[in-house]
């Protein structure tokens, strides 16, 4: 069974969730070693994606150590390069279809949402999260939409777990616990857990 580990830059950005034993510090996973070269999966959420910022850091350490990691050092690439104008341009017609399809009664001319492991709360934008996943595999992707004649995609980031509100802590707690099947989301203090950490049998995590 394949090692989850969770690597954040400060402890406190985990605190709205459930405690792991898998997350860590950046400086954690710096001494941590796998037990009996156990596979390992990680998803990075340091802050800094720059250029050998924690974040791109990170993920260029798990892969050395040949850790399966998200986001990837060539995921990381992309956004300090300029392949996200040129894929945000290719993106194919049906997919831009769907996407004025879904924003047909949408009023406003910018709209800007989080895509979480390629998921979205709206539901009429799935193909279109499920496809900038794929070209941009981070935790947490930040789109910011904008109408002209037909909606585009304006820009890409990506998003910091830190910088979430409590709504989108909910989602993103959720997204991750149907894509690792392990961590779940701290309720606030004044509700009861609706989620606990559970951690199940082997589990496929192909997507990583």
Known sequence: MAKLIIVV???QDWAPFHQYDGVMTL?????WSAKNKQRTRVINLCRQAQYLGSGYYCSLLAEARGHHVVPSVRAFNKFNRHEIADIAEEIPGTILTQLNKALIDETNSQL????????????????????????????????ELQKKLNWQVKT???????????QEQNLFGNTLERYSHKIWRVEPTNR??????AVLGPVDLCCL
């Open 112 to 143: 800007t949402f989080n895509i979480y492991f390629g998921e979205t709360e709206h539901k009429a934008l799935k193909k279109v999260a499920g496809y900038l996943f794929e070209a941009f595999a981070v935790p947490i992707l930040r789109v």
């Open 192 to 197: 009861k857990y609706k989620y606990d950490l």
């Open 156 to 166: 890409l980031k990506i998003g910091s777990v830190h910088k979430l509100n409590e």
């Open 9 to 11: 830059d400060k402890a």
């Open 27 to 31: 400086p954690a996973y710096l001494k």
